[in-house]
């Protein structure tokens, strides 16, 4: 039988969800929306007719929604600063919790959660559905055959100029805590390493139009001696990378590139002599493991499987507080001027 969940939160991420719980074939019929939650009514009304979701309660009080529905997932989609409320009341109430990123606003909310999700005995995980697409495995797979020796920096690039509107706009630390968890969490898994250190500096350049911090640099030292570099804007107009950043991987035998979309190129040292030895090309191969590579999709099944198995997703909160303490370790840093130790 299909799961019972309910959706809190329904402005437009919840369309993403949405889509991939109704549409894709390996999720059909596996969850049922019982109920749909947001502070405005008329906004979880509207997403309900949106995707033809006639018999699902609307209403605006989440444990009022989960004892009508008898609902056994809650989707958690609301704002930042509402999470550790929302994830709260659904593991008191039996219900594992999928959330939307960033897991908590702060690591002393994460730990919290963590402890009440032990203490419920239910599995809260989180929405890194970038990791879940196929340029990110086929690197992992790629970093994992030694291809290029061992791997001794990861550098990515990341230039948009996004017009949200909404939260966003208004947020501090936006492109931290908002987007750049994505690519520090792809790097810690492509990577295999454990973020020890980070320096950063954040600004706001003129010509912004969110309230604080929409661009960043940063460098994390990783386990093994190596490092992670990063450099994004989300007001950078003009030529612009993909959403999953450019990518260069330098290992002690060569390097891997992603622009974050097709074009993938390797190679090795070649042969040559004189000052620079040229390169050898060597293939990428595709991802290990094809039902991974869906993104939103891939981590709502991983998801399923936990509850049904009871081994924790890929996502599960006390391995993404990891990625979680660079944001804020990066955070942390820009506002101090100083490089920061990391501890999740």
Known sequence: MAYR?????????????????LEKPELKGRVEIVGLVDLDASAARARAEEFGLTQAAIGTDLGEMIERTGAELVFDIVVPAARRAVVSLALSRGCHVLSEKPMAASLEEARALLALAEKAGRIHAVVQNRRYIDGVRRMRRFVESGAIGTLTGLHCDFFLAPHFGGFREQMDNVLLLDMAIHTFDAARFVSGRVPETVYCVETNPEGSWYAHGAAASAIFTLSGGAVFTYRGSWCAEGERTSWESAWRLVGSKGMLTWDGADRF?????????GLLRGAQPVEVPPAEDETKTHGHASVLIDFLRAIETGEGPETVGHDNI???????????????????????
């Open 5 to 21: 969940a309910v959706l809190c939160g329904c402005g437009a991420m919840a369309r993403g969800w949405l889509n991939a719980l």
């Open 265 to 273: 190129e390797a190679s090795i040292a070649g042969s040559e002599t």
């Open 322 to 344: 990891h990625s979680l303490a660079m944001v804020f370790g990066a955070i942390k840093s820009a506002r101090t001027g100083q490089p920061v130790s990391l501890t999740a």
